[in-house]
């Protein structure tokens, strides 16, 4: 029978520890900050900024968020975050994507100790290393569901599909590091002929069930990190009701990847107020 692999008690395990800390750390003085900055008025953006800030908040951390007009410059972006980087009692600076293209590079200007949503350069270099550092919230949720169950990803073949900067990439790196042998492919039509080899699939191109059973052996291991709207509902990149027959273990969407996104950067948070005691 097939495992679904659920995130919703890992995240609110994840949450529950970050809450203790975060007692644990106004008993010194200090209180987990985190800046969020939204640029502009995306509908979507807004309200998931919303729920980040509603989610620190909860475990007893500060969430303040900035919004700034969707015509702020590259070098008014650049001086906003330097204040953010300078003053001691933010701990945690997020840029919500999408932005505009043109203040994309603007991300670098996080200090690599304030980056914990893992987006600058200096992040993704320290996860390639196998440094200690913050991977985006994405590639980190993905390594808390393999480990939760139990999941050895040693000399398993893993293949990730979806090269972008925020998933694809940095998993890569992880699943390297942890002894994994991976193959990272764009969105394309031969994936079958890696994807029918895998011991664990990772798909997160933004296409509503692309991912077929007939593309996959039995038995083998499937993260979905898709997240497409269909009529309204919310499905992944995953054909859920055919693959769920052959796999082994499969990641539900809603319910599985998604929770556990914003528990992962609130750990992050509390892991850089304590890095500030120390």
């Known amino acids: 029978m097939v495992i679904l692999m659920t995130g919703k008690e890992l995240a ?6 970050a809450s203790r800390k975060v007692a644990e750390l106004k008993k010194l003085g200090i209180i987990p900050s985190l800046a969020l900055l939204l640029v502009g008025d995306n509908a979507d953006s807004k309200r998931y900024v919303e729920l980040k800030a509603k989610q620190c908040r909860e475990v007893g951390a500060i969430a303040n968020v900035h919004h700034l007009d969707s015509k702020v410059s590259a070098s008014e972006l650049k001086v906003y975050i330097k204040k953010l980087n300078n003053d001691k009692s933010v701990h945690g600076i997020l840029i919500q994507f999408p932005i505009p293209k043109r203040l ?7 200090v690599v100790e304030k980056d914990v949503d893992g987006l600058t350069s200096a992040s993704l270099g320290r996860i390639v290393q196998g440094r200690e550092g913050y991977a985006p919230a994405g590639a980190e949720a993905i390594i808390e569901i393999l480990r939760n169950y ?13 090269t972008s900067n925020i998933l694809g990439k940095p998993l890569v790196s992880i699943l390297a590091n942890s002894g994994a042998n991976v193959t990272l492919l764009p969105s394309r039509r031969d994936m079958a002929k890696y ?7 990772i798909v997160d191109v933004g296409r509503a069930r692309c991912l077929t059973a007939n593309m996959l052996s039995k038995g083998s291991i499937i993260m979905d990190a898709g997240n497409n709207y269909i009529n309204g509902k ?4 995953v054909d859920f009701e055919n693959v769920k027959k052959i796999a082994h273990a499969i990641t539900p969407v809603p319910g599985g990847v998604g929770p556990i996104l914003v528990a992962v950067l609130i750990r992050n948070l509390v892991k850089a107020a304590l890095k500030r005691t120390n």
């Open 104 to 110: 994309e590079d603007v991300i670098d200007s996080i």
């Open 150 to 162: 139990r999941i050895d990803m040693k000399n398993k073949h893993a293949v990730v599909i979806g």
């Open 12 to 17: 609110a395990t994840i949450k529950s520890e």
């Open 195 to 201: 994807t029918k080899n895998a011991d664990i699939v």
């Open 234 to 237: 919310l499905v992944g990149d």
